[in-house]
Every structure is written in C-alpha cells, then in structure tokens.
C-alpha cells in the first residue's frame, strides 16, 4: 500500500486519479477507475446541464467508489453545475482553472473535495491561498491544452511551493512514472492518455489504434486549433491546420462560424449563451474574438473523432506519452499493475540506497 496525502483526502486505495477528458471520460471510464481504487472524473465542459445530471447518477450507479466532476469554472452555469454537485452528494469537484474563493467555499461547505488543475507555480499559489483542497500540476508533456513547462520542473517546483497535496499530470503511465512523481513531491498522479487507451474507454477502436500507432514525436502543440496551445496527435489534418497562412486562417474562423451553429444546436445552447459563453473566454484568455470563434470549433472537431470515430475528420488531444503506450487494458488492470511496479520499483531504490535505508522500514510517500 502506498499511502499518501491524496489517497487519505480522497478515501481512494490508490493515488491515482483519471484526469478529465471530454467526450472520454463519462461514467462508464469514471467509474472503472473508481471501481478500480482510482478516482475517476467525469469531464462535464461538453456536457449540457440535464446530461451531467444524468451522467452522475449512471457513474454513482456503476461504482461505490468515490468519483468527481470536472467542470469550467468560467461555464456560464457554472453556479448550476455547483448546485448540481452538491445536491447529487458527489464527492469531488475539479476545475479546468481555479474557480473563484466563494465557489470553493460552497462547495467545501458542502463537504466537497475541490481540486484545481494548473500550468504554473504562480497558479497554484493563488488557488491554495483561496482554500482549494488539492492541485492537479501539468506539465507541457500532457494532452490537450498545456502550458509550457515540462513535468518534471513544474511538479517539484510547486510540490515546494504549496502546502496542500500536489497531483502530477502530464506523461504518467506505469509504476516508474508513479514513483518519480512521489520523488518529486507529489501525492499522486493524474493520467489522461494512459486511460483513453484502456478497454474501458469508450473511444472507437479505429481511434485508439490511431493513438497506439504515434510515436513520442507523434504530437504537437499547435494554437491553431482554438486559439490556445493545445497537444493534438500529429495529423495530416492537424499539420495542415498549424501551417494555415493568414487566408486558411480566415477561412479557418467562417468554417469555426458554420461549426459554432452546429455545435450551438448540438448541445441545445441558444445564441445568447454562447455569446455570454464567448465572452466569458475572451475576459478570461485575452483571446480575440477570432479565436473565440476556433475555440467554438474545437468540440465540433473533437467530437468527430471521440464520438464519431473520424480520425480523418477529427482532432485527438495527446500527451507525448500515446508513443510509449502499446496495449489496452481494463482500468483494473491497468491500475494493478502500475501499483506492482511501483513497489517493485520503490524496493528496488531501497537495495541501491543500502542497508541503513531498508533497516528504517517502508518510506512513508510525500505529499
Ligand atoms: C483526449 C483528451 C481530452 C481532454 N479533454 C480535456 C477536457 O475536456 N478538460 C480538461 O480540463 N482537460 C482535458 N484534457 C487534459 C487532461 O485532463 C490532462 O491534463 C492530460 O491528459 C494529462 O496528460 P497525459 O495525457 O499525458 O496524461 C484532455 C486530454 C486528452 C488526452
């Protein structure tokens, strides 16, 4: 057993979290890492209201395991999404960026776990100082949207920097990666790609194959696709879209126009919501209102391929990490063997550093 700060915050076996995906992690991925000792988190910013509902009553259905929602904390329901949360009694709420202090006092009022996710030391300061319970550091190495500093500055960095339990994102797939995470500081770790590549997810098999083909040059980072850096598999589309001149760009914004209105009626938003929507990103991002606009065509080409299984026609979001992954197991599986090499590796650190080590007994993990 490895016991650290997160597993004793989140009542989980093992300190290992699913990290949000959309269109991936519903509640059939969610609550196979749930179930399997994980927490699993339900990814609700491509969700409408009613299907976030209906999703946290099927995950609470299918596990007994605590499991969190992920949510934006700029959605223009977020109160709703809040109220929802607590109301359903689930046990975690995670943002995509920290929320302001009197949504994290709500919720924690509520008795609910909340985790921000953050790119920078400076983040994570901010959202300790407002009362969040845990953060999820991502380094550059991650899937889809990424700031620029790799995993393995990042997470020591703020692991020094915040007194609350650091979770390490952005490249973790086995034991080793788990061990190297605690080594740094951290009190688990946070793994995307590792888990859309599982028999669990409910991604379409031409797409999984897509991701197990890549090698760790296989993606990039492009902001191209809505405006801020995004890690895609490496495409043709993807390419072609990153080289886009001014004129590919323009057409890029009227084909974002005409995907905007079929993802407004997609997702049963009205015009006014996704104005105040765009709004709201552009307050938050500094974007223009062209990159507005690409942003409103990304789960569109999100979509095609998560939900579709389009390839061709659809973006991937991918960490680095999809060019060292060759098999699809379950959750448990997976969960199980990442836990046995982790011992086997903590042991292994345990001869190398002598006997005056070992003789003081199992090391109690940071965090
Ligand atoms: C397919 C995919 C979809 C993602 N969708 C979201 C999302 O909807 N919201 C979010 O906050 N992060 C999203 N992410 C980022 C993950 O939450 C996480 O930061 C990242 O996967 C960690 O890096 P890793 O893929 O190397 O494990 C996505 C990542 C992937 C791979």
């Not at 990814?43 to 299918?62: F, N, V, Y």
């Not at 914004?253 to 929507?277: C, D, Y």
């Amino acid at each position: 057993m490895i016991r650290t700060a997160l597993t004793e915050l989140l009542g989980i076996r093992y300190p290992v979290v699913q990290a949000a995906m959309g269109y991936v992690s519903g509640p059939r991925l969610a609550a196979a890492v749930s179930d399997a000792g994980g927490l699993g988190l339900i990814a609700s910013a491509t969700m409408s209201l009613a299907e976030l509902e209906k999703a946290i009553e099927e995950t609470a259905g299918r596990t007994a395991g605590p499991f969190g929602v992920n949510l934006r904390a700029d959605a223009p329901d977020a109160a709703e999404r809040v109220r929802l949360i607590v109301a359903r009694r689930v046990p975690v709420a995670s943002f995509a960026q920290a929320p302001k202090p009197e949504l994290i006092a709500t919720l924690k009022d509520a008795g609910v776990v909340t985790i921000a996710s953050i790119g920078a030391r400076r983040h994570a300061e901010k959202a300790a100082g407002w009362g969040i319970d845990a953060v999820i550091a991502t380094g550059g190495e991650g899937g889809g949207h990424v700031g620029a500093v790799p995993t393995s500055l990042l997470v020591p960095q703020v692991a020094a920097a915040v007194d609350i339990p650091v979770i390490a994102a952005g490249g973790f797939f086995d034991g080793r990666s788990l061990v190297a995470a605690l080594a740094w500081g951290a009190a688990g770790i946070a793994m995307g790609t590792r888990f859309l590549l599982t028999s669990d997810s409910p991604v379409a098999g031409v797409v999984k194959r897509a991701y197990l083909a890549s090698d760790v040059t296989g993606t990039l980072v492009t902001s191209r696709a809505d405006g801020v850096p995004h890690r895609l598999l490496r495409t043709p589309l993807v390419e072609r879209l990153d080289r886009a001149g001014a004129a590919g760009r323009l057409r890029g914004v009227v084909r974002s126009a005409r995907s905007a209105s079929a993802f407004r009626r997609a997702s049963g938003q009205t015009w006014p919501e996704l104005i105040r929507e765009g709004r709201a990103m552009r307050r938050g991002s500094g974007l223009t209102w062209g990159q507005v606009l690409m942003a409103a065509n990304t789960p569109v080409l999100l979509r095609a391929a998560m939900v579709d299984g389009r390839p061709d026609l659809g973006l991937m979001s991918s960490g680095q990490v999809a060019g060292l992954i060759t098999d699809l197991p379950s959750c448990a599986e997976l969960i199980d063997s990442i836990m046995a090499g982790a011992q086997q590796r903590l042991a292994a650190l345990g001869e190398l550093a002598g006997p005056a080590a070992t003789a003081a007994g199992p090391a109690t993990a940071p965090g």
